[in-house]
């Protein structure tokens, strides 16, 4: 089982990279003002996208396989997990936010200011914080 847990942490450390990286294109994508830059900002946000999307999948695969075969029984009713559970449903919430975000670039229809996307960008680092206190410490 100690396999299974380490590939959800590499996995989820990459999807982490992604959730931290693509708000930060996202700001400089809102500022360019050139055609070129436009388009090559398309293309690193997509990769990047599919790239954390599937860290986002083989990470939820492992972490359910954990669930189901120990720690579901072990930690059943121990208010951590459920936090933890519901901070992964808010981040996975998150992933799915920025890939509509992504689609309003490709569209034409993003609105909003660098500033928006600044802000969006400390979503993740918080989520992160908070799951691995929970994970880890355990405090309820």
Avoid at 6 to 23: D, E, R, S
Avoid at 41 to 63: P, Y
Avoid at 96 to 122: D, K, Q
Wanted: aromatic content about 16%; hydrophobic content about 60%; proline content about 2%.
């Amino acid at each position: 089982m100690l396999w299974i847990k380490a590939l959800h942490i590499i996995f989820m450390v990459t999807w982490f990279a992604g959730l931290f990286y693509l708000p930060r294109l996202f700001v400089y994508h809102a500022d360019c003002r050139d055609e070129t830059s436009h388009n090559r900002f398309l293309v690193m946000e997509r990769k990047l996208f599919a790239i954390m999307t599937i860290g986002a999948v083989v990470t939820a695969v492992f972490g359910i396989w954990m669930l189901v075969d120990y720690a579901w029984s072990t930690y059943r009713n121990m208010l951590w997990l459920d936090l933890k559970l519901l901070l992964v449903v808010a981040l996975i919430a998150f992933h799915i936010y920025c890939g509509v975000l992504l689609r309003e670039f490709r569209n034409g229809t993003a609105h909003h200011s660098h500033v928006f996307y600044r802000w969006i960008n400390e979503i993740p680092a918080l989520l992160l914080i908070a799951i691995v206190l929970l994970a880890v410490v355990k405090p309820f």
